[in-house]
C-alpha cells in the first residue's frame, strides 16, 4: 500500500514541486519524494517519531532536501500527503482544511490515505457493527479506543475540505471499496 501511495503521489507531482509530508513518521515517504528531487517538508507531531525520522532522514535534512516545520502553516507548497491514517485523527475535518488551504498552492493537492468506514472485513468487530447507524446517518464514526480513531465516508472529508478544496478522485471506487482497508482521496486546491 505504501508504495501505491508514494507512486500515486510521485505521478501528480510536477517535476520539482514542493511537497509537506504531513504526519511524516519515521520519514519513509519524506525520503522518497526527496530523491525524485522535490523539496520535502515534514510535519510530525510526536517526539519519538521525530527523533526517528531524524535519524532515517539524516543525509537528506543535512543537505537541505528534507526541512522539520513545527507547524504545517511554517511552508507554502504544491502537495500535502497523509499516508497510513494521519487525518483519522483529526475529529473536526473542516478546521483542517482550512489550515491546508494556507499551505496548499492554488492548484495543488493534498493526498490522504483514510481508513475505510465500509470495509467489510470490520464487520466481524462489534464496535463497527454498533457505529454502523452512524456511519449511514452521518457519515462518520469514533471508535472508542486510545487513540479515538475517526472514520469518514469520503462524502464527509469533501464536504469539510469545501469551499478550498475539491474532492477529484477516491482510490478505489464503487464496489472495490468494500475489499479495501485505505481509501486514497485526491483533494484539489481551488
Given amino acids: ?4 501511495f508514494q507512486e ?3 505521478s501528480l507531482l510536477p517535476p520539482g514541486a514542493s511537497v509537506l509530508d504531513f504526519g511524516a513518521g519515521t520519514g519513509i515517504d519524506a525520503k522518497v519524494y526527496a530523491a525524485k528531487g522535490h523539496p520535502t517538508y515534514v510535519y510530525e507531531p510526536s517526539e519519538a517519531n ?3 525520522l531524524e535519524l532515517h532522514c539524516r543525509e537528506e535534512i543535512e543537505r537541505q532536501a528534507i526541512a522539520a516545520v513545527r507547524s504545517p ?3 507554502r507548497v504544491h502537495a500535502v ?4 491514517a494521519v487525518l483519522n485523527h483529526i475529529p473536526d475535518q473542516a478546521a483542517l482544511f482550512e489550515q491546508l488551504s494556507r499551505v496548499v498552492r492554488p492548484g495543488g493537492f493534498v493526498l490522504a490515505s483514510m481508513l475505510n468506514p465500509y470495509y467489510l472485513a470490520d464487520a466481524r468487530y462489534a464496535w463497527w457493527r454498533a457505529n454502523l447507524l452512524h456511519l ?3 457519515g462518520h464514526y469514533a471508535v472508542d479506543s486510545e487513540s479515538r480513531i475517526h472514520r469518514f465516508a469520503p462524502r464527509v ?3 469539510a475540505a469545501m469551499p478550498h478544496f475539491q474532492l477529484e478522485r477516491v482510490l478505489p471506487s464503487g464496489l472495490g471499496m468494500a475489499n479495501q482497508l485505505y481509501l486514497f482521496l485526491l483533494l484539489r486546491r481551488r
Avoid at 1 to 4: K, S, V
Avoid at 81 to 84: K, Q
Fill in 136 to 138: 449511514l446517518r452521518r
Fill in 73 to 75: 502553516l511554517d511552508c
Fill in 50 to 52: 521525530s527523533g526517528y
Fill in 157 to 159: 472529508v469533501a464536504r
Fill in 8 to 10: 500515486l503521489a510521485l
Fill in 81 to 84: 500527503t497523509a499516508n497510513f
Fill in 1 to 4: 500500500m505504501r508504495d501505491r
